[in-house]
């Protein structure tokens, strides 16, 4: 079945520790997303790509880092220099067709030890 | 500045009741689209509908219904004879028109539903 992997689905991180969350797709899309959701509030951006070894920043990148070595992965890395980690982060990727809908993974929790 | 505002944090129906989200948005553009997604437990969000801002027309999709107007810059959502699986956080989302891109959708916060047995 084609969808969205993340994994892990949840993991914890120590003081000045960087991790990473890992995104997979088979849908073929060329576009991908992180996003960000804390409780009670609406998803955030945070990078997004649209092609392969190219992607921007969205509204509160500072703290993470990405990259886009292949097509089908967007790994988000949360680095000690993002202060208030736990959310809820979520992948998701969409064909590049105008205002095109978004398919999601299921999610990976992040909580600081 | 483009927002989309669900005042509704939570709301709690018994199965079998129909219930309607709400979702009101703000945008300077002249054509945009709205969407909907359902969170269920599981996390995922996914799709529910894309409706541009030239089609006015409601929509019905089995117990779903969408109820567009421009008028009152509203998007509202009803699902009629409730059931158990429609338990799920609910988004609104609004995004500019001729983007190619999703970088420009903004998502409201979100409404907590939950229908009782």
């Known amino acids: 079945d084609g969808g969205i992997t993340q994994s892990p689905k949840y993991l914890f991180r120590k003081e000045g520790q960087n991790v990473t969350l890992s995104c997979e797709q088979n849908?073929?899309?060329?576009?991908m997303y992180w996003y960000r959701q804390d409780p009670g509030q609406g998803l955030r951006l945070i990078y997004y790509?649209?092609?392969?070894?190219?992607?921007q920043k969205g509204d509160i990148a500072e703290g993470y880092s990405v990259s886009r070595e292949k097509k089908e992965s967007f790994p988000l890395t949360v680095t000690s220099a993002q202060k208030n980690p736990t959310a809820f982060y979520l992948c998701a990727s969409s064909g590049t067709v105008t205002n095109e809908k978004l398919f999601f993974g299921s999610g990976t929790q992040l909580s600081v030890l | 500045a483009q927002k989309v505002t669900q005042a509704q944090t939570e709301i709690s129906v018994v199965e079998k009741e129909d219930v309607t989200l709400d979702c009101v948005y703000e945008t300077r553009d002249t054509t945009y689209y709205l969407f909907w997604y359902k969170q269920p437990p599981s996390g995922e969000l996914v799709f529910l509908i894309r409706?541009?801002?030239?089609?006015?027309q409601n929509e019905i999709s089995g117990r779903y219904s969408w109820n567009f107007q421009k008028s009152t810059s509203s998007f509202n959502f009803t699902i009629t004879a409730s059931q158990v699986v429609d338990s799920a956080v609910y988004f609104c989302a609004l995004s500019g028109f001729g983007y190619s891109n999703a970088s420009k959708i903004i998502f409201g916060s979100g409404t907590r539903l939950s229908i009782q047995p």
């Open positions: 790509s649209q092609i392969v070894n190219d992607f």
């Open positions: 849908l073929n899309h060329d576009a």
């Open positions: 409706r541009n801002s030239f089609d006015e």
